[in-house]
Each structure stands twice: as structure tokens, then as C-alpha cells.
Nanobody
């Protein structure tokens, strides 16, 4: 059974840091993405990483968030620094077999369970 299991998240003050992880079981994927969804808003792209390590980020998180993966390619991490209250959302990891680090959620085949990130002002 293919699963993406997320861990991390929680409550942090503005300016603080958190790290999320996403571990795949059942298979390895070429590309992972991170998305988030705030209450009353649509799911939005945060960033993605390809098998070769190419990364792309949403403008709203560039310079603050970093996606990484170790040599085993699993798990994938989302390091979030200098967090802002507007980063508050449920964060989801997603995986696809395609090579490109897509920002379109419809391009992803598997999703993690989601984890809450709350940033207080």
C-alpha cells in the first residue's frame, strides 16, 4: 500500500521555525511537492523538489522555506524559517512519478494526511 506519512508542524511564534517531513512507503517517487490550505481558501502551492534536486518555490515563501531530501530520497523535508501569521494553514505533501517539480496540485498522484501549522503574532 502506497502512503505518504507526514510529521512535524505545530504552534510557533512569528519569526520562528518549523520542519515538516514526508515519508513515502510502498514506493519511491521522483517528485514531491508541498501545498497548504488556509481556512476558507483554496489549496496553494508552496514548493516542490525533483529527483535530481531541482527546486521551485512560491514567491510567498522564497528565501524562507527550503525543501530537501537526503541521499536515500526519502523522506522529504520542508524547513520553514521566519514564519509569519499568514503561513498558518494545513500543509500537505504530495508525490508524483513525473520528473518536473510541478506547482499544479492535479499533477500529483498521492497525498499525505496534512499537518497543521499555526503561527501566532
Amino acid at each position: 500500500q502506497v502512503q505518504l506519512v507526514q510529521s512535524g508542524g505545530g504552534l510557533v511564534q512569528a519569526g520562528g521555525s518549523l520542519r515538516l517531513s514526508c515519508a513515502a512507503s510502498g514506493r519511491l517517487f521522483r517528485t514531491y511537492g508541498w501545498f497548504r490550505q488556509a481556512p476558507g481558501k483554496e489549496r496553494e502551492f508552496v514548493g516542490a523538489i525533483s529527483w535530481s534536486g531541482d527546486r521551485t518555490y512560491a514567491d510567498s515563501v522564497k528565501g524562507r522555506f527550503t525543501i530537501s531530501r537526503d541521499n536515500a530520497k526519502n523522506p522529504v523535508y520542508l524547513q520553514m524559517n521566519y514564519l509569519k501569521p499568514e503561513d498558518t494553514a494545513v500543509y500537505f505533501c504530495a508525490a508524483r512519478m513525473g520528473l518536473a517539480p510541478s506547482g499544479q496540485h492535479n499533477d500529483y498522484d498521492y497525498w499525505g494526511q496534512g499537518t497543521q501549522v499555526t503561527v501566532s503574532s
